[in-house]
């Protein structure tokens, strides 16, 4: 079964807290990308990779970060710093040149 | 430069009429348009593409429609029906620098039985 995957669906944490979010593949994609989803505001790119070990800053990557230690996998820490981080978080993935296959996304839900 | 701008913002349509949601951009460095479905709680899905290079492109009930010189691109959905209600989202890219997609701000549509 072929696809992205993100966990989990629902994450709720505490003002204050860095939490993590999860991004793994099994399409053998080069690129992978986290995007933020607002209501009314369309997705917004916070971070993408294009190789492992390998990643640039988005359009909003202040108070985020991330890792690229495997093809698979691209975490995505949302930190403390992040001033607004309620939102739906989606991550994607294509080949280098190709069409962005987007997961279920994971809605955080910060208090 | 970089905006796509997509209208309208929501669309309410009766069963069997067409729904047209239009985007624009300005950075003619743009060569590739795809626009995304998304239901609620859902990932968007890839629809349709299209390059410069083309005016319009069919698949099933799906149009995408490109004017290279107004800078502008539209989806068109033939015979629309209740399960097109989604969110649509255009964008624009370059496939051949650093893959990174400008999003449109989406279009609800709701499709009236």
């Known amino acids: 079964d072929g696809g992205i995957t993100q966990s989990p669906k629902y994450l709720f944490r505490k003002e204050g807290q860095n939490v993590t979010l999860s991004c793994e593949q099994n399409?053998?994609?080069?690129?992978m990308y986290w995007y933020r989803q607002d209501p009314g505001q369309g997705l917004r790119l916070i971070y993408y990779?294009?190789?492992?070990?390998?990643?640039q800053k988005g359009d909003i990557a202040e108070g985020y970060s991330v890792s690229r230690e495997k093809k698979e996998s691209f975490p995505l820490t949302v930190t403390s710093a992040q001033k607004n981080p309620t939102a739906f978080y989606l991550c994607?993935?294509?080949?280098?040149?190709?069409?962005?296959?987007f997961g279920p996304g994971t809605r955080l839900t910060v208090t | 430069q970089q905006q796509v701008k997509q209208s309208p913002q929501s669309l309410i349509v009766q069963k069997g009429g067409i729904s047209i949601i239009n985007c624009a951009y300005e950075?003619?460095?743009?060569?590739?348009f795809p626009w995304y479905q998304q239901f609620p709680g859902k990932g968007p899905a890839l629809l349709i593409a299209?390059?410069?290079?083309?005016s319009e492109k069919k698949e099933g009930r799906f149009t995408i429609s490109f004017n290279k010189s107004a800078k502008q691109f539209s989806l068109h959905i033939m015979d629309s029906q209740p399960g097109d209600s989604a969110t649509y989202f255009c964008?624009?890219?370059?496939?051949?620098?650093?893959?990174?997609?400008?999003f449109g701000k989406g279009t609800k549509l709701t499709v009236n039985p």
């Open positions: 964008a624009a890219g370059y496939q051949g620098g650093s893959e990174k997609l400008v």
């Open positions: 990779s294009q190789i492992v070990n390998d990643f």
């Open positions: 994607a993935s294509s080949i280098l040149l190709g069409e962005q296959y």
């Open positions: 399409l053998n994609h080069d690129a």
């Open positions: 299209i390059r410069p290079d083309v």
């Open positions: 950075n003619t460095a743009f060569d590739y």
